[in-house]
């Protein structure tokens, strides 16, 4: 099992759409990565978040460290927003932290 | 440049042959990391540098895989005797310290024919 789990892998959305992505993971974190890659395109980091919630335009992002459970929303979802959307956490190693990966989420946005 | 820099950003080679890819961090950011990307599928965790201390090698695939980072900063990845399933991109990250803001290379695109 791996430590970081992304739910959906594949999303396929209507413009204007609200949407959702979960991630979940296994071990203690003190943080969360939020990326974006798009098709043929480098990656961006969105959000690296430790509690409660941040905001970027329409992107936002929540965090629950209890849980051990963070979600990317998209509001108003428009065809630009298809990417790739994967969450990472930095698992704590002796000499610092190395981040995990999820799988990544595929998201297209039609319109 | 600003921001990461990898080089050469796209490399055909001949199976057998060996290929070093190299990565240019954000000067200042002590955490460096390999990823590499098959088509179609997630990140790979390859290699980790934090500051001066020993890299966590955990992610290499095999032992024709390996790299180095000069004095914390420069990083080169050799891959000796490529085989066709090396084929991927290389990506290369770094970060101020290992709690921060992650920033990504373009990638080297490997193709091993």
């Known amino acids: 099992k791996n430590e970081v789990e992304q739910s959906p892998q594949n999303l396929t959305a209507q413009e204007g759409e609200f949407i959702t992505i979960n991630c979940s993971y296994s071990v203690g974190i003190s943080a969360l990565h939020w990326l974006q890659q798009h098709p043929g395109g480098g990656i961006v980091s969105l959000f690296m978040l430790s509690s409660g919630k941040k905001k970027h335009g329409r992107l936002i992002a929540t965090i629950n460290i209890q849980e051990k459970h963070s979600s990317l929303h998209i509001t108003a979802s428009h065809p630009r927003d298809s990417a790739v959307y994967i969450c990472?956490?930095?698992?704590?190693?002796?000499?610092?932290?190395?981040?995990?990966f999820g799988a990544g989420t595929i998201l297209r946005v039609k319109s | 440049g600003a921001g990461v820099s990898q080089s050469p950003s796209n490399k055909v080679t001949e199976k057998g042959k060996d290929v070093e890819l190299r990565c240019d961090p954000i000067?200042?950011?002590?955490?460096l990391y390999w990823y590499r990307q098959s088509l179609g599928q997630g990140l790979e965790f390859l290699i980790y540098f934090q500051g001066n201390s020993a890299p966590d090698k955990s992610g290499l695939p095999s032992d024709r895989f390996s790299a180095e980072r000069t004095g914390g900063s420069v990083s080169t990845l050799t891959i000796q005797r490529t085989q066709q399933e090396d084929s991927a991109v290389y990506l290369c990250?770094?970060?101020?310290?290992?709690?921060?803001?992650?920033?990504f290379g373009e990638g080297s695109w490997l193709t091993v024919v």
């Open positions: 990250a770094s970060s101020l310290s290992s709690g921060n803001t992650i920033y």
């Open positions: 000067s200042g950011h002590t955490a």
């Open positions: 990472a956490a930095p698992i704590n190693m002796e000499y610092g932290n190395k981040l995990v």
